[in-house]
T-cell receptor
Framework: EAQVTQNPRYLITVTGKKLTVTCSQN?????MSWYRQDPGLGLRQIYY???????DKGDVPEGYKVSRKEKRNFPLILESPSPNQTSLYFC?????????????FGPGTRLTVL | GENVEQHPSTLSVQEGDSAVIKCTYS??????FPWYKQELGKRPQLIID?????GEKKDQRIAVTLNKTAKHFSLHITETQPEDSAVYFC????????????FGSGTQLTVLP
């Protein structure tokens, strides 16, 4: 089954404790993105990746890191989480630009930073 | 970069009535405009999209219209049903750009029985 998976789905942590949210897709998609969703602000892009070892900042990259060592995986790293990073996070993937831009979203990770 | 504005932020309609959600975009290079539906506690899912080479697209009770000159596009849902209640997001982007999509802030649609 074609899908995007994220782990963990829920996470409560404390300020400053490094964490990683994993994202994996099995559709051989080139493009992967991370978004955060906050009430009234819609989905804002954090980072995106065009392909392996190619990543770039989105609209709200501060406080986040990503890596793309394999095509299927695109982890989101919070080196020193702060309460303003409490949010709902979605990973998404899409086929390369020649085939259109339909994005498939993961199930989301609800992060609370105390 | 692209800026997408979406209105209204909340919309209540009676079951069977039509609902219209409108979005404007700023970047004339944008050529792809999808709409996503997000039910409570679930992930956004694509419901319809339109590319800049067409002015309208329909899929059963859902339609999207695009006015490139005015830089706005709209989602139309006819004969609304309670299961249409959800948050709807519009988005815009240039399919030739790695940045892909910029999303609107969302519209909470409530269909009243």
């Amino acid at each position: 089954e074609a899908q995007v998976t994220q782990n963990p789905r829920y996470l409560i942590t404390v300020t400053g404790k490094k964490l990683t949210v994993t994202c994996s897709q099995n559709m051989n998609h080139e493009y992967m993105s991370w978004y955060r969703q906050d009430p009234g602000l819609g989905l804002r892009q954090i980072y995106y990746s065009m392909n392996v070892e190619v990543t770039d900042k989105g609209d709200v990259p501060e406080g986040y890191k990503v890596s793309r060592k394999e095509k299927r995986n695109f982890p989101l790293i919070l080196e020193s989480p702060s309460p303003n990073q409490t949010s709902l996070y979605f990973c998404a993937s899409s086929q390369n630009r020649d085939y259109g831009d339909t994005q498939y979203f993961g199930p989301g990770t609800r992060l609370t930073v105390l | 970069g692209e800026n997408v504005e979406q209105h209204p932020s909340t919309l209540s309609v009676q079951e069977g009535d039509s609902a219209v959600i409108k979005c404007t975009y700023s970047d004339s290079a944008s050529n792809y405009f999808p709409w996503y539906k997000q039910e409570l506690g679930k992930r956004p899912q694509l419901i319809i999209d339109i590319r800049s080479n067409v002015g309208e697209k329909k899929d059963q009770r859902i339609a999207v219209t695009l006015n490139k000159t005015a830089k706005h596009f709209s989602l139309h849902i006819t004969e609304t049903q309670p299961e249409d209640s959800a948050v709807y997001f519009c988005a815009g982007g240039d399919s030739g750009s790695a940045r892909q999509l910029t999303f609107g802030s969302g519209t909470q649609l409530t269909v009243l029985p």
